[in-house]
T-cell receptor, first 119, second 114 residues
Framework: DTEVTQTPKHLVMGMTNKKSLKCEQH?????MYWYKQKAKKPPELMFV???????INESVPSRFSPECPNSSLLNLHLHALQPEDSALYLC??????????????????FGAGTRLSVL | AQKVTQAQTEISVVEKEDVTLDCVYE???????LFWYKQPPSGELVFLIR??????QNEISGRYSWNFQKSTSSFNFTITASQVVDSAVYFC???????????FGKGITLSVRP
């Protein structure tokens, strides 16, 4: 089973709202990722968590706040977003972030995403 | 830094035709991984294959085959006897060294017409 579950599937919010995106996996993976994907563009990495600790922040604005409460769950808290933040937000997980030789541990498995519209 | 170029942006074929999606990569690392993902209209990125830089063996999986050539820095993907369900955006990606970051190409939109 390589399932990553994201909720909600769709979200519409105003610029003054606070909302959260949720991502869950039960594959025992210890690395989780948030990506942002604009229409007709490739996914862009936002954050990486490794063993529940933030290991990479790709200079994302502070209006996006990630949280990893446990190894199975990843949240993305949204506050005071702008219309240009409207996009598909994808979550992914992998067994590990490190490790290179002959391992399947760095394959990232993605969820179906949350389509976010900011009005 | 690494880079992936998918020069084709949109491809349209008729069902049962064979189609090849091109991918050219750039990296200075000697150890790296190459990936292909499929993104249907539903949005989920579906993992298709991973290849290590030290394993140039080509692979066939059903109607899918991959041709990895280090000499030309290419990792091309062929779908044989295409089907309408193959319609999707296909991304090639690379990951290098100890960096967990996947660098994606711009993607190729494949449309298979009945």
């Amino acid at each position: 089973d390589t399932e990553v579950t994201q909720t909600p599937k769709h979200l519409v919010m105003g610029m003054t709202n606070k909302k959260s995106l949720k991502c869950e996996q039960h594959m025992g993976h210890r690395a989780m990722y948030w990506y942002k994907q604009k229409a007709k563009k490739p996914p862009e990495l936002m954050f990486v968590y490794s063993y529940e600790k933030l290991s990479i922040n790709e200079s994302v604005p502070s209006r996006f706040s990630p949280e990893c409460p446990n190894s199975s769950l990843l949240n993305l808290h949204l506050h005071a977003l702008q219309p240009e933040d409207s996009a598909l937000y994808l979550c992914a997980s992998s067994q590990r972030t490190e490790g290179l030789v002959g391992l399947a541990k760095n394959i990232q498995y993605f969820g179906a995403g949350t389509r976010l519209s900011v009005l | 830094a690494q880079k992936v170029t998918q020069a084709q942006t949109e491809i349209s074929v008729v069902e049962k035709e064979d189609v090849t999606l091109d991918c050219v990569y750039e990296t200075r690392d000697t150890t790296y991984y190459l990936f292909w993902y499929k993104q249907p209209p539903s949005g989920e990125l579906v993992f298709l294959i991973r290849r290590n830089s030290f394993d140039e063996q080509n692979e066939i999986s059903g109607r899918y085959s991959w041709n990895f050539q280090k000499s030309t820095s290419s990792f091309n993907f062929t779908i044989t006897a295409s089907q309408v369900v193959d319609s999707a955006v296909y991304f090639c990606a690379i990951r290098t060294g100890a960096n967990s970051k996947l660098t994606f190409g711009k993607g190729i939109t494949l449309s298979v017409r009945p």
